[in-house]
C-alpha cells in the first residue's frame, strides 16, 4: 500500500461518495491514493438511484457522484476535486512543471470527461435503450469511445514515455485508465482491435497500465463486494485490475 502522505491525526477524514463502477468517481479514488490521502468511503449505488435521495441531493444537487466534503467544503466535481486535491496536497504533483505537458494533460482530460464519458452516463444509455432499443444504446456509446480514443492517439503520440505524457503518472492517466476499464469491462470493446488503438493507446494497454500498477495500491471497493461474482468483484480497484 502507499504510505499515507497525509495522516489525518485528529482532524476529520476527507469524505468521498462514491460508486464501484463510476469512472469519475475511480479517477478520484486514484488522486487520493496516489498522495496516500486518508479518507472515508461513502458508498452511492446508483443502479438503486441512491444518488437521488434527498439527503444525497443536498450535498450534491446534480445526483452525480463522486462528492467530496472536506468539513464546510463541498465539492462534486471529478476535475474540480482532483485540482482540489492537488493544490491541498501538493506531493506527488499531478501536472508536470513544463507548460506545454501541462496542456496536454488537460486537453487528454478533457476529451474523456467531455467527449467520452457524457456519452456512456446511466442516465443517456438507458435513455436510448428505453427510446430506441439496446443495439443503438451500445452502437452510440461504442461510437463515442472510438471517436474519443481516436482523437486521444492523435494527441498523446508524441508524449507517451512509461505513462501517458511522460515517465510520470498524471493527471491524463487517472482519466484514460478509468475510461478503458469501462471500455474493456462495461462495454466489452476490444480495444486491442479498435480502429482508434494505435501506437499510443496501445503502449498505455500493454506497457504504461502494467507499468503504472507498480506504483499504486489495490484500492478497496466496499459497494462493490456484495452478491456478485469475485471475479466481477475483482475489477472493482485500480489500474492492474484491468481485464486485458
Not at 481516436?150 to 505513462?163: D, F, I, N, R
Not at 462493490?224 to 484491468?242: D, M, P
Request: aromatic share 8%.
Amino acid at each position: 500500500m502507499v504510505k499515507s502522505l497525509y495522516a489525518t491525526s485528529g482532524e476529520e477524514k476527507l469524505k468521498l461518495y462514491s460508486y464501484w463502477r463510476s469512472s469519475c468517481a475511480h479517477r478520484v479514488r486514484i488522486a487520493l491514493s496516489l498522495k496516500g490521502i486518508e479518507y472515508e468511503y461513502i458508498p452511492v449505488n446508483l443502479l438503486k438511484g441512491e444518488q437521488s435521495d434527498p439527503e444525497f441531493k443536498k450535498i450534491n444537487p446534480m445526483g452525480t457522484v463522486p462528492a467530496l466534503v472536506d468539513g464546510d467544503i463541498v465539492i462534486s466535481d471529478s476535475f474540480a476535486i482532483i485540482m482540489y486535491l492537488d493544490e491541498k496536497y501538493p506531493e506527488p504533483p499531478l501536472l508536470p512543471r513544463d507548460l506545454h505537458k501541462r496542456a496536454v494533460n488537460y486537453q487528454a482530460a478533457s476529451i474523456v470527461f467531455s467527449g467520452i464519458q457524457p456519452h456512456q452516463n446511466l442516465g443517456i444509455t438507458r435513455f436510448i435503450e428505453e427510446k430506441v432499443n439496446s443495439e443503438e444504446k451500445t452502437a452510440y456509446v461504442t461510437n463515442a469511445i472510438k471517436k474519443g480514443f481516436t482523437a486521444l492517439e492523435k494527441l498523446l503520440v508524441s508524449y507517451a514515455g512509461k505513462h501517458a505524457t511522460g515517465d510520470e503518472v498524471y493527471l491524463a492517466d487517472l482519466f484514460l485508465a478509468p475510461q478503458i476499464n469501462g471500455a474493456i469491462n462495461r462495454f466489452q470493446i476490444n480495444m486491442m482491435q479498435s480502429d482508434s488503438c494505435c501506437d499510443t493507446i496501445d503502449h498505455h494497454i500493454r506497457g504504461t497500465v502494467p507499468d503504472t500498477c507498480k506504483v499504486l495500491p489495490i484500492i478497496q471497493q466496499p459497494s462493490c463486494v456484495s452478491k456478485r461474482s469475485s471475479r466481477k468483484a475483482a475489477r472493482c480497484s485500480c489500474f492492474h485490475q484491468l481485464i486485458l
